[in-house]
């Protein structure tokens, strides 16, 4: 594992910075994938609780947090970065991703199928999207960082651009307040927004034991994406939460929590 040296930062080469919850028990561990703009810290109080159980790996994603930046930002690399995770650990393990974290997990699980025991995709569909995130980028971007001296700096100066509040404190994880500077490679997430907005056609299907768990009042896994999901995994089953949106572990995390503990104990 080497280090290289970029813009003043120190990266690990080509391993994802992870933070582990609890020992390893006779259970297999459970790595989780954030979503776009997130972190692995974002996934603390549901890792730790999950921990009780099984030893619960979170990942930083490549271009985000304390993991390496890489000027290729697509599904492909993102399994492979997973799998290495999962190669160190021993796998197979379960896999929970959210969003783009889900996108990567389906992208593993269908290269990468003998690392994966079981799997759950949180508010994700393996298809194009027609919007783009690309609006939370700009909005970062237009942080004057020689007036952020506490998060909360931040946080007004995103308010005033018209970023809800919730999406505030949740964008302002990733900022090094010291550094004055995102945790995010902003550039490369932009020039790959239609990789990260997109899926790509993979072959073949795999056949275990997957979880597609959505919020009730999200849009993003639609009754039409189900025969297509199916296609690639035959075994999916089908869930939602009530009064949950896209971010459904974090506006109902206790019901996420129950809902994941109860598929990878079943």
């Known amino acids: 594992m080497g280090l290289v040296v970029s813009n003043g930062r120190l990266y690990h080469a080509d391993m994802l910075n992870t933070i582990v919850h609890g020992d390893p028990t006779a259970l297999p561990p459970l790595v989780i994938a954030h979503g776009l703009y997130g972190s692995a810290r974002n996934w603390g109080v549901i890792a730790h609780r999950l921990s009780d159980e099984r030893q619960v790996i979170a990942v930083d994603m490549r ?11 697509d599904y492909p690399a993102l399994a492979s970065d997973i799998a290495q995770v999962i190669e160190q650990l021993g796998g197979p393990v379960d896999v929970l991703g959210h969003s783009m974290g889900g996108k990567a997990a389906m992208a593993l699980t269908l290269q990468h199928g003998d690392l994966v025991r079981k799997l759950v995709v949180a508010d994700i569909a393996p298809v194009a999207y027609g919007h783009s995130q690309i609006q939370f980028i700009e909005a970062m971007r237009a942080v004057d960082m020689s007036q952020v001296h506490r998060r909360s700096d931040a ?3 995103l308010a005033k651009l018209g970023v809800e509040r919730a999406l505030q404190s949740f964008f302002t994880q990733s900022l090094d307040v010291t550094g004055k500077r995102w945790l995010l490679n902003l550039d490369v997430l932009a020039d790959q927004m239609p990789n990260i907005m997109g899926f790509p056609e993979l ?7 997957a979880l597609f768990l959505s919020g009730a009042a999200s849009d993003y896994v639609l009754p039409e994406h189900r025969d297509h999901i199916r296609g690639l995994f035959p075994g999916a089953r089908f869930a939602k939460i ?11 995390p206790r019901e996420f929590e129950a809902a994941v503990r109860t598929f990878l104990n079943a």
Do not use: I, R, V, Y
């Open 63 to 73: 271009n985000h947090a304390h993991s390496f930046w890489d000027p290729l930002h």
């Open 242 to 252: 009530p009064g949950a949106g896209h971010w459904l572990h974090a506006e109902k």
């Open 155 to 157: 946080e007004q100066q």
């Open 203 to 209: 072959d073949g299907a795999w056949d275990g034991s």
